[in-house]
């Protein structure tokens, strides 16, 4: 397999002590692409994220994650980070006290070599890019991490952190649940921006109204907890006319059931 | 001096401060006076003699210590049974204190490292270090001590307010918090020794804080320390006890006095960040006279010791006074720390606020004791009490105590408690972004504090950052 991809190889993994939810699950985000990752509610897409990003909730019983061919199983979430990968929260918490510039700068420095914090001006610089390209005020960079933001204005701050910690590769979990189509305009505009042949991306979405701001290169449909189909972006809109029903009967008829 | 070998035997009870349990500490024999172990008359009078005293100090410190011994130990809060007073020196002649080392190099390197991992300024790293020498900055602080006598302010040591300023000084020592208002407060009119004496003129705005380490003086940062602070009408200040790194003493026992007078319109801080090693036991009385339209606002900041007991309180005793007690708790492992806050509202329209935090951290207990009480006649008097706890695993534990006493139809009086658990899901969120577990929970508890910390001046606000870093280092298992 090519280096520069994400790749999940049949991956096996529950909630420690719990039953299985994803049973073997394939998946290749090459470096450059954008995937969307479409299902029903309970496939196994959340769980999906929160594994990748190495969630300690979950164990994971067989196969394996390959980040640009190293495996990350063994590493803990934060290395992760380090290594390049990002994780935009479906229900991203709140952290009172903590403003939002004062942890992207931690955050950034977190990612390089100690003794060589990143510069005043280079620092600002970057924020107030990413505040620009969200349509947002700087103040929003003084206000506490999430603490008193609408469920958009926390979407919003999960991309405003993607723009400034630029990752190789992030998943955006569900990042359209609960955004009217404003907030999901600007929230688009915020992943587009980040486009580019360094940078890799798996949208996780319920709908295929997101698909229509940020268009996927693939499609790749997950049900009870495997990949069962993957296609080019049409997909998304023949599964959002004909349903999930058709697509388990068609690709998945052991699945339905 | 038999007891004084050749590896100091009071460096064991450093153990736990900087978690090594081999310090190669020597002093040097027949360094320095101390009085023998124990508290008895003739310690309190040898004591006075010493220093020199007026004869009503003499009679003063006699008269507390016929107190203490008629009043005997609380019988609440903290268990202090490990506390053995025939195990304490009760005096160690001032500039050759106990624990004072002649030069830099002969501190152990453990400490010094911690004082430059947390920034401290070279000068109060000796100072806190207990190195008797001379402070290197004279420069900046005869500026500003120009400034102070231009201005009329007086700042100095205890001992040396009382020799210089013996009037003023008599008006106001021992006036508000008097011998017999507690058996510690009794035990440190005793002996005490050191503290800082200021008084600010009527209508004087002072723009710098006044911190204690400026004094420089080995004796300050004592274990008896007495601080007497004298706001005239309408003045305005803001002092700093600052003692933010482990301060480094052999003694097990420290109790502080603070007295503090605001009269009328005047604005006082009072703001101290403490962080005493793991064996000390601390126990200090710290209380405000508020007048008219006056204002008291105290910052108490606790970290370190084995037990620390300390209400920062606040007398509203004329109409306008406000008071205002800000903590911070932290208790780590073999520690309790029961601190809090009084509020006395005994006029009309007076207000008071305290916002305690506290954080427990394995065996660590941190307790919040407080007392609001509205007199009769102190019609419309306001306070309000918010407690937030943060637990850091499922062992540690904390504690509130409030006590309300309203006497006073009129009043309002509100109290808000909260204990939270430190959220696995915080953590699990701030690693993704690239923050270790350790930094992330370091990072949820300064936003817990934040809303404390921010009131300090900033490079105090990122000393107690380094600090609580250094806490929560190896929080990790």
């Known amino acids: 397999m090519n280096d520069k991809t994400l790749e999940i190889r049949d991956l096996r993994a529950r909630i420690v002590g719990g039953d299985e939810i994803l049973k073997g699950v394939d998946l290749v985000v090459p470096r450059g692409e954008v995937h969307a990752l479409m299902g029903p509610n309970g496939s196994g897409k959340s769980t999906l994220a929160k594994i990748i990003a190495g969630d300690p909730q979950y164990e994971v019983t067989g196969g394996d994650i390959l980040l640009e061919g190293e495996s990350v199983l063994e590493m803990e979430p934060d290395e992760r980070a380090r290594a390049g990968l990002y994780l935009a929260f479906q229900y991203p918490v709140e952290v009172p006290g903590v403003s939002i510039a004062n942890f992207l700068r931690l955050a950034l420095n977190a990612r390089r070599p100690e003794g060589d914090e990143i510069g005043v001006m280079e620092f600002y610089g970057k924020l107030q890019k990413a505040v620009k390209e969200l349509n947002w005020d700087e103040s929003i960079l003084e206000r506490n991490l999430h603490e008193g933001f609408s469920g958009g204005e926390k979407k919003r701050s999960e991309i405003l952190q993607l723009l400034v910690l630029e990752p190789r590769y992030a998943i955006l979990d569900e990042t359209d649940s609960g955004l009217d189509v404003d907030a999901l305009k600007v929230v688009s505009q915020g992943v587009n921006a980040a486009r580019g042949p360094d940078f890799g991306c798996l949208v996780i979405t319920h709908y295929q109204r997101l698909l229509n701001y940020i268009v996927p290169d693939k499609v790749h449909v997950m049900v009870n907890g495997r990949v069962i189909t993957t296609g080019p972006k049409e997909l998304a809109m023949e599964l959002d006319q004909k349903g999930y029903d058709w697509v388990r009967e068609t690709y998945a008829p052991a699945a339905a059931q | ?311 920062p309180s606040c007398y509203l005793l004329e109409e306008g006074a406000h008071g205002e007690v800000l903590s911070i708790a932290f208790a780590t492992d073999g520690q309790h720390q029961d601190a809090g806050s009084k509020m006395i509202h005994a006029a009309p329209h007076t207000t008071s606020s305290v916002v305690s935090k506290s954080i427990s951290k394995g065996s660590g207990r941190a307790s919040y004791r407080g007392l609001v009480q509205i007199h009769e006649g102190a019609e419309y008097a306001r306070s309000n009490v918010e407690c937030d706890a943060l637990l850091l695993d499922e062992e540690a534990r904390t504690d509130t105590y409030p006590y309300i006493e309203i006497n006073e139809k009129t009043a309002h009086v509100g109290h808000e408690a909260t204990v939270s658990k430190l959220d696995e899901e915080q953590i699990f969120y701030l690693m993704t972004r690239g923050l270790k577990e350790d930094e992330a929970m370091a990072l949820i508890v300064r936003g817990f504090l934040d809303p404390v910390a921010k009131e300090l001046p900033l490079e105090y606000a990122v000393e107690l950052n380094r600090l609580i870093e250094l806490e929560m280092e190896g929080s990790v298992g």
């Open chain 2, 1 to 311: 001096m038999s007891e004084l070998n050749a590896a100091h035997p009071d460096a064991a009870k450093l153990e736990g401060m900087q978690h090594t349990k081999q310090y190669d500490f020597r002093l040097p024999e027949d360094y320095y006076y101390k009085s023998g172990k124990g508290l008895t008359k003739e310690v309190v009078e040898k004591i006075s003699y010493l220093k020199g005293e007026p004869d009503w100090m003499l009679k003063f410190r006699l008269r507390a210590l016929e107190i203490a011994e008629k009043k005997g130990r609380p019988k609440w809060g903290p268990d202090l049974s490990e506390l053995n007073f025939d195990d304490i020196y009760f005096y160690v002649k001032p500039t050759e204190r106990q624990g004072t080392v002649d030069s830099w190099d002969e501190i152990p390197e453990e400490v010094r490292k911690t004082y430059q991992r947390l920034g401290v300024p070279e000068a109060e790293q000796r100072v806190l270090a207990g190195v008797g020498a001379q402070y290197e900055s004279e420069m900046v602080y005869h500026k500003l001590k120009e400034e102070w006598e231009r201005l009329g302010v007086i700042f100095l040591d205890t001992d040396t307010g009382l020799k210089e300023h013996p009037e003023l000084f008599k008006e106001y020592f021992a006036t508000v918090v008097p011998p017999e208002d507690n058996y510690f407060a009794a035990i440190n009119s005793a002996v005490w020794s050191g503290g800082s004496f200021v008084y600010v003129p009527e209508g004087v705005e002072v723009p710098v804080p006044l911190q204690a380490y400026f004094l420089l003086n080995a004796q300050n940062i004592g274990q008896f320390e007495r601080t007497l602070i004298i706001g005239a009408p309408g003045s305005k200040f803001h002092y700093i006890e600052g003692c933010t790194a482990p301060a480094y003493t052999t003694n097990s026992f420290h109790s502080g006095v603070i007295e503090i007078i605001c009269q009328e319109g005047s604005n006082v801080r009072y703001s101290t960040i403490q962080n005493w090693s793991h064996n000390v036991f601390n126990l200090v009385t710290q209380r405000a006279l508020v007048y008219k339209d006056a204002s008291m606002g105290w910052l108490d900041g606790n970290l370190g010791s084995k037990v620390t007991m300390k209400y």
